[in-house]
Nanobody
Framework: QVQLVESGGDAVQPGGSLRLSCAVSGYDYRGCMSWFRQVPGSAREGVAAVAYYGTDSHADSVKGRFTISKDRAKNRLYLQMKSLKSDDTAMYYC????????????????????WGQGTQVTVSS
């Protein structure tokens, strides 16, 4: 049984940093893993993804500020967030696919089979 559990969300001030973690169990790491975010009334947005072979991709809105990484030995997927802005406020979800995909395909939310329950990030003064 694949289980993804996010943690690390918090309320922070603009310009602050935060690291989100996703505890992974029952997964073979042969698919794509990613972080998505969503705010009420808006579509789910792909934030960052990493393909099974290691290549990563980040949305333009977070490029240079966020970094996705995975550590199979620790059974963790991370999202390091720096220079946080109010627009980064959202529920953040980690996700994984059953099958291996190219990095471009990893950006499509409809391709994901496993999802965590989310962790809230709030950036405000």
């Amino acid at each position: 049984q694949v289980q993804l559990v996010e943690s690390g969300g918090d309320a922070v001030q603009p310009g602050g940093s935060l690291r989100l973690s996703c505890a992974v169990s029952g997964y073979d790491y042969r698919g794509c893993m990613s972080w998505f975010r969503q705010v009420p009334g808006s579509a789910r947005e792909g934030v960052a993804a990493v393909a099974y072979y290691g290549t990563d991709s980040h949305a333009d809105s977070v490029k240079g500020r966020f970094t996705i990484s995975k550590d199979r030995a620790k059974n963790r997927l991370y999202l390091q967030m720096k220079s946080l802005k109010s627009d980064d406020t959202a529920m953040y979800y980690c996700a994984a696919t059953r099958s291996g995909l190219g990095i471009t395909a990893c950006l499509d939310d409809f391709r994901y089979d496993y999802w965590g329950q989310g962790t809230q990030v709030t950036v405000s003064s």
